[in-house]
């Protein structure tokens, strides 16, 4: 086997394992950034532990045929840039939605969220999606609201009570 085929088999088993880690992938067209912007993208992204490759679309589609995103494999064309969020399902749709503010040559062309795919028009939802911490909080506070809308309710029924009884006493004293 030539070393070069043994170097393209390596980069899809190695892109494949990367995948199948990952809770979601952004494939993006990045023609036109130049190299500063890029460094910029990469430094990003490793900031935030999602791991970025440029990869040569016929391994791109071999790796991720055979893992969750399988139905993005037929949808990748043009020289792109995968992006794999590591930790939160949303971090790389975030921070290519965020970072393409800056730089237009960054184009969304297919989004892969476990077996789901969406297409580039889903990037602001899936942005916006609320982080884990921010579900949790989320959650609790609306499990926490009818015990307290309950307990503000069960003690204005007691301040109301006091305050009849403090006027009914107030009107008593005037009388007499």
Same mark, same amino acid.
Not at 97 to 113: A, M, W
């Given at each position: 086997?030539?070393?070069?085929?043994? &170097?393209?088999?390596? %980069?899809? #088993?190695?892109?494949? *394992?990367?995948? /199948?880690?990952?809770?979601?992938?952004?494939?993006?067209? +990045?023609? @036109?950034?130049?190299?500063? =912007?890029? $460094? %910029? !993208?990469?430094?990003?992204?490793?900031?935030?532990?999602? +791991?970025?490759?440029?990869?040569?679309?016929?391994?791109?589609?071999?790796?991720?045929?055979?893992?969750?995103?399988? @139905?993005?494999?037929?949808?990748? $064309?043009?020289?792109?840039?995968?992006? !794999? #969020?590591?930790?939160?399902?949303? %971090?790389?749709?975030?921070?290519? /939605?965020? !970072?393409?503010? *800056?730089?237009?040559?960054?184009?969304? &062309?297919?989004? @892969?969220?476990?077996?789901?795919? +969406?297409?580039?028009? =889903?990037?602001? /939802?899936?942005?916006?999606?609320?982080?884990? *911490?921010?579900?949790?909080?989320?959650?609790?506070?609306?499990?926490? #609201?009818?015990?307290?809308?309950?307990?503000?309710?069960?003690? *204005?029924? +007691?301040? /109301?009570?006091?305050?009849?009884?403090?006027?009914?006493?107030?009107?008593?004293? =005037?009388? &007499?």
């Amino acid at each position: 086997m030539n070393t070069v085929r043994a &170097q393209k088999e390596q %980069a899809v #088993s190695d892109l494949c *394992e990367v995948a /199948k880690q990952s809770h979601s992938m952004v494939a993006v067209h +990045y023609r @036109g950034m130049d190299v500063t =912007s890029m $460094t %910029a !993208f990469r430094a990003a992204a490793r900031k935030q532990n999602i +791991y970025v490759k440029v990869i040569k679309n016929t391994l791109a589609r071999r790796a991720l045929s055979t893992c969750q995103y399988a @139905g993005t494999a037929d949808k990748i $064309t043009g020289p792109i840039v995968l992006a !794999f #969020s590591m930790e939160a399902p949303n %971090a790389a749709a975030k921070l290519i /939605k965020d !970072f393409s503010k *800056e730089h237009e040559q960054l184009v969304v &062309q297919v989004i @892969g969220v476990d077996d789901a795919v +969406y297409s580039a028009a =889903s990037l602001d /939802k899936i942005a916006s999606l609320p982080t884990k *911490e921010q579900a949790i909080a989320l959650l609790l506070g609306a499990l926490q #609201s009818p015990i307290r809308d309950l307990a503000c309710t069960l003690q *204005e029924t +007691y301040a /109301k009570l006091a305050r009849v009884v403090d006027q009914v006493a107030k009107k008593r004293q =005037s009388q &007499q």
